[in-house]
């Protein structure tokens, strides 16, 4: 069955870059396409982008300046990176599936992470 | 960039009860690009509907979804307790990909 896990730290300081990695088992990073969402605390969903292994990513306007989504088709995974971190940027943040032009159909866990000094 | 704005911001409801919620896209969206999530508390979201009206696996058909061009709906027949959550709308006819701000159907 498809799994998708997050990892990272879950505390990055202001100014700093936050690294995730989404592992993916159960199917293959070469097919379908990989989106992070975030959730700031007691707020609702955001889309952040996503990426096919293939294709350039696409990132929301709002983050794209900041923001890096990336695959590792020998790791079977993909990874986030956010620029420049403010408090603003503390979420939970999920990776997951969907199809070309279609719902998101598995999420992992979600990761908690806090921008604090 | 579409904007999809759901509503109401809380509907307050008793179990057995229907309950519609209403997701509006400020530019028309195929339906094959509307999609329904539930969240429930402390959890992750989870597919509810595609395509607006085609409802997940597992999902049952005390779910409906029906819509098109900017206005889609989400319709609970009759509310069982476990369905006291948050609903989202999102679209992927064109980037970005926004979510809409949620439906809290709280237990009244």
């Known amino acids: 069955q498809v799994q998708l896990q997050e990892s990272g730290p879950g505390l990055v300081k202001p100014s700093e870059t936050l690294s995730l990695s989404c592992s993916i088992s159960g199917v293959s990073i070469r097919s379908y396409y990989w989106s992070w969402i975030r959730q700031p605390p007691g707020k609702g969903l955001e889309w952040i982008g996503y990426i096919s292994y293939s294709g350039s990513p696409d990132y929301d306007p709002s983050l794209k300046s900041r923001v890096t989504i990336s695959v590792d088709t020998s790791k079977n995974q993909f990874s986030l990176k956010v620029d420049s971190v403010t408090a603003a940027d503390t979420a939970v943040y999920y990776c997951?599936?969907?199809?070309?032009?279609?719902?998101?159909?598995?999420w992992g866990q979600g990761t908690h992470v806090t921008v604090s000094s | 960039d579409i904007v999809l704005t759901q509503s109401p911001g809380t509907l307050s409801l008793s179990p057995g009860e229907r309950a519609t919620l209403s997701c509006r896209a400020s530019?028309?969206?195929?339906?094959?690009?509307l999609a329904w999530y539930q969240q429930q508390p402390g959890q992750t979201p989870r597919l509810l509907m595609s395509d607006a009206s085609r409802r997940a696996t597992g999902i049952p058909d005390r779910f409906s979804g029906s819509g098109s061009g900017t206005d889609f709906t989400l319709t609970i027949s009759r509310l069982e307790p476990e369905d006291f959550a948050v609903y989202y709308c999102?679209?992927?006819?064109?980037?970005?990909?926004?979510f809409g701000q949620g439906t809290k159907l709280e237990i009244k």
């Open positions: 997951a599936r969907h199809g070309p032009g279609s719902a998101i159909d598995h």
């Open positions: 530019q028309s969206v195929s339906s094959s690009y």
């Open positions: 999102q679209q992927f006819s064109s980037s970005p990909h926004a």
